[in-house]
């Protein structure tokens, strides 16, 4: 189980064929492969979120899932999020309310703010920071992404009464 | 140019000033949309990864080290020894002269013939890519011959203990003793006299962006390029020039995006070392980024002291002294080129800093340990002065029956009594400790949360409040590490540009972790030159580029960075007025630039577009009258000379509740009122002191590097060293008090480590007044669950 695999996959929209070593993650697949650096990787056990990314829609971590279990999946990343501009309510509010500072943690805190909002229209401050709770940030305190994440989902329910 | 002209109005008056403005960071567009770029994205044509083979014994001799199989396995290019990376990186001793009697051995980038830490690196593999060099590093065959390991340093001074490095005689790094005023006497005269002792564990700071480093020699241009996350360019690229045989001028560091640092990224490690001597080595690119198992023990660790505190006072709440005892373990090597010796150093400085005693007996002792090495993190030193000083405050109100509200009113030193001194010395030019506790009373509702206490307490919920005045050091002058005669500068400097389309840019030798360093930068050149802010590009993190300076560490890049920019956006507004008058035939002091044109200073009627000046400037100078000649680049920089440091204060309060049966503790509120002088975008304060404020709450209740007797780091990976996360930290109210510096025209401190400094000690003082009625007292931190059922007899 060492020798090169060849996977087909979606990526943010495009067909992506490719030959991975069976370890490869999904992580350093889209990173060292494809150049997608919008993925950060901060600990690779699957315990910090920053490598954070969709995949068939669920967010997972790019660090706990192989190249080759993304066979013949679509998978987005913050690069292709950005694109559509499928989160580009969120990411204003986040530079407006300063919710990021090195801004490591912050593809993977979007991408789980999304999968909140996209599930919860109206989440609690506490319903923010248990979903949340699987996404280290270092600078910020969380206080100012809480913040943010309250904002965008009282701006979309006002834009979609 | 009338705004400094007119009486009461500053340079930070002027129309459309962006001082005071919470205005957006201009560099988080590409962050939100993982558009950034970090070291440890970077790719370079040739490059080789680094993967280091590291000592699993935290003393030991290394007898051989076989790299046969290693360099035949797939992908390698080289493996190297501490003794061949020798031959091209001399080794380093992290001493400074200001430091008497602060000792310590030579340190290599990859260990020689002995181990001193588990972790440290023995050899070095690079491959083409990172998993083969860590395939590679594992067939790498190290013979090693156990050494008595020294990890406790309550007998690292004994008779009977090995001596780490014999050269040096003994295991004491450095010691420090101060005595003010009459401390016997107070002892012996008070009312009451309190004793406790401290304890601080280690604990690192978990950058989520590991060390990162690429080394780039180009033996065509004998030059090294270093891209790294650093805080300090100019300190590194000295400092690796130094110690690779190179001229500076053959160094270019490179800053870009850095995930994290707080003090990690501003040390010498012998691994980064090492990538810069490989690069140079093997004439190629070299990339080094720590994996997270690696930056447990390898980044710097903080604190782990022993602090035993002692305070005399009188009923009518008096403090009469001060005494301290410090014992501090920093691992086998005092780091390079800061020292581990600052933090003692600082405790001994700082400790009853905001109080009007002025008897005060301090010792601090330093020494050598096999762990991993200690240095400054965030707030270095405050938080132990903090937690030692506020702990026995309240151990002294408690014994006396005072509030600990009143204590404090009764010692703190008055605000109209400035300029004034610390017992050991430290000079304040203007804190405002009474004017920050009134104002913190009133945003916490004080007496209500008392009210509230109590009736929980009759329903057996056991709620505390606890408060922390604190003093921190910011913008520090050259006596820090220059008069120590290290190279690292104290004043930075700021270049600012008049572009031909009338846009500006300011090269700056601040440098931005995240702090926000750009965007008030960009804020203070905008208002000093007049432009609005979205014409204003600024260029860090590199010293091919950008003026020479110390960067950001110390909180001193708005203090100190903000002061150049501002000095800077004002001369090269001189300059263009100059040509403008020229042009106008009017007299310049009756012009003025403001939202981006030529305007008169009297009226504010729009004379010329700056685009148009600098269209005439850079493509017609034919047309200008002769003897006008345009200089739209000025450069300023400054040093703070006064004062040795801008001290700060502030207050911090918790509130919180701790849960007797199982030991738990949920923090319900905190707060923070401090002074930073001039506030350049209050949010971005605020968000400093948050982050801050988080950054102490982790050590407070669960940040710990834990040894076992042997030097094994035993929880040493994000599965096991707890962090602070979302759902644990509390809601985080700021204020502030505003004292300006009158060292510069822009008045501002600085505020990045305020929020470090006061947070443990705030909820080490409320988690003891929460159990007080329990008879139990906590003085260690972190404040574990199961220390709290020890300390409630609960657990034996």
């Known amino acids: 189980m060492t020798a090169p695999v060849d996977i087909s996959l979606t990526v943010n929209g495009e067909p992506v064929e490719a030959r991975v070593l069976p370890r490869t993650h999904l992580a350093d697949f889209l990173r060292e492969e494809l150049g997608l650096t919008g993925t950060h990787t901060g600990c690779e056990q699957g315990v910090c979120g920053a490598c954070t990314v969709r995949l068939d829609g669920e967010i997972v971590r790019g660090c706990l899932v192989l190249a080759v279990q993304a066979q013949g999946a679509s998978v987005e990343t913050i690069e292709g999020l950005s694109d559509t501009g499928e989160i580009a309510d969120l990411q204003a509010v986040f530079e407006e309310r300063n919710a990021l500072q090195c801004g490591f943690c912050t593809p993977g805190m979007l991408i789980a703010a999304q999968d909140l909002l996209a599930r919860e229209p109206d989440p609690s401050r506490g319903a923010i920071r248990e979903h949340l709770s699987g996404n280290y940030c270092r600078c910020t305190g969380y206080q100012a992404i809480v913040d943010a994440v309250e904002t965008a989902a009282k701006r979309r329910r006002e834009a979609n009464p | 140019m009338s705004d400094e002209t007119q009486p009461g109005l500053s340079v930070l008056d002027r129309p459309n000033s962006y001082i005071g403005r919470s205005v957006p960071r201009p560099n988080l567009a590409r962050l939100v949309q993982g558009r950034g770029q970090y070291v440890s994205d970077m790719v370079l044509p040739r490059m080789g990864h680094v993967a280091f083979v590291r000592s699993p014994h935290a003393h030991a001799r290394i007898l051989d080290v076989d790299a046969s199989a290693a360099k035949t396995a797939p992908g390698v290019i080289a493996v190297v020894t501490g003794a061949e990376l020798a031959k091209v990186c001399t080794p380093w001793v992290g001493v400074l002269s200001h430091l008497k009697g602060l000792k310590s051995a030579p340190q290599h980038a990859i260990a020689l013939d002995r181990a001193c830490w588990q972790g440290e690196a023995v050899a070095a593999v690079v491959a083409r890519t990172r998993a083969a060099a860590e395939d590679a590093a594992e067939k790498v065959e190290v013979a090693y011959e156990e050494l008595e390991p020294v990890t406790d340093m309550a007998t690292a001074l004994d008779a009977a203990t090995p001596v780490i490095h014999p050269e040096l005689g003994d295991n004491l790094a450095f010691e420090r003793s101060l005595d003010a005023g009459e401390v016997d006497r107070a002892f012996a005269e008070a009312d009451a006299v309190v004793e406790a002792s401290f304890g601080f564990g280690r604990h690192t700071g978990v950058t989520l962006e590991p060390r990162a480093m690429v080394a780039d020699w180009n033996p065509g241009e004998a030059r090294l390029t270093v891209y790294q996350g650093t805080q300090a360019p100019h300190m590194m690229q000295n400092i690796i020039a130094k110690h690779l045989g190179l001229a500076e001028a053959q160094v270019r560091v490179v800053c870009k995006d850095v995930g994290g640092s707080f003090g990690i990224k501003v040390h010498v490690y012998a691994d980064e070392m090492a990538t810069a001597a490989l690069s140079k080595l093997l004439r190629r690119p070299v990339k080094y980024v720590a994996d997270r198992l690696e930056s447990f023990v390898t980044d710097i660790h903080a604190r782990d002291h022993v602090v035993q505190g002692r305070i005399a006072v009188m009923k009518d709440g008096r403090i009469g002294a001060f005494a301290i005892d410090d014992l501090t373990g920093i691992g086998p090597y005092s780091m390079y080129p800061r020292t581990s010796a600052i933090e003692a150093n600082q405790i001994v400085n700082l400790v009853g800093g905001p109080y009007t005693c002025r008897n005060y007996r301090a010792r601090a002792r330093v020494v050598f340990q096999n762990k991993n090495v200690m240095c400054q993190y965030r707030a270095v030193g405050h938080p132990i002065a903090c937690s030692v000083t506020e702990g026995l405050v ?297 982050g801050g404020v988080v950054q102490g709450l982790g050590p407070a209740l669960f940040e710990h590097c834990l040894y076992d007797e042997r030097g094994q780091l035993l929880n040493g990976s994000m599965m096991d060293y707890l962090v602070p996360m979302a759902p644990e930290m509390p809601d985080i109210e700021v204020g502030h008090v505003v004292s300006p510096t009158a060292e510069s025209e822009l008045g501002a401190k600085g505020a990045g480590e305020a929020g470090t400094a006061g947070a443990a000690a705030a909820v080490m003082n409320a988690v003891n007044d929460a159990l007080a009625p329990l008879g139990a007292r906590i003085t260690d931190i972190p404040i574990t669950p199961e220390r709290v059922l020890r300390a409630l007899g609960k657990v034996s």
């Open chain 2, 394 to 690: 309240d151990l002294a109100a408690q014994a006396i029956g005072m509030d600990p509200v009143e204590i404090r009113r009764r010692n703190l030193i008055h605000d109209d009594a400035h300029p004034s001194d610390s017992a050991s010395g430290l000079k304040f030019e203007a804190l405002s400790h009474h004017a920050s506790l009134d104002k913190l009373v009133a945003m916490m509702g004080y007496d209500g949360l008392r009210t509230e206490q109590a009736a929980m307490r009759q329903k057996g919920v056991h709620r505390g409040i606890g408060f922390a005045s604190f003093i921190e050091v910011t913008n520090p002058s050259a006596a820090f590490y220059g008069v120590g005669g290290a190279r690292i500068s104290s004043q930075d400097g700021a270049t600012v540009r008049l572009d031909a389309t009338g846009t500006v840019v300011c090269q700056t030798s601040v440098t931005e972790q995240g702090q926000g360093t750009e965007a008030i930068i960009a804020q203070v050149v905008a208002t000093a030159f007049g432009v609005p802010l979205e014409r204003v590009r600024v260029i860090l993190g590199d010293t091919d580029v950008t003026p020479y300076g110390g960067g950001t560490w110390a909180s001193r890049a708005a203090g100190i960075g903000g002061e150049a920019a501002l000095q800077a956006g004002k001369a090269l507004r001189q300059n263009v007025v100059a040509v403008a008058g020229a042009i106008l035939q009017a007299a310049p002091q009756s012009l003025d630039i403001r939202a981006g044109a030529i305007v008169d200073a009297d009226t504010g009627r729009e004379r010329m577009p700056l685009e148009e000046l600098a269209r005439i400037a850079y493509f017609r100078p034919d047309t200008l009258p002769a003897g006008v000649s345009p200089e739209f680049v000025a450069t300023r920089h400054f040093v703070p000379k006064k004062y040795p440091f801008a001290f700060t204060n502030g207050i911090q309060a918790s509130y919180l509740e701790v849960d007797v049966e199982t030991g738990f503790i949920r923090l319900l509120r905190h707060w923070v009122v401090e002074d930073c002088g001039t506030i350049i975008n209050p949010q971005l304060v605020d968000e400093q002191i948050r």
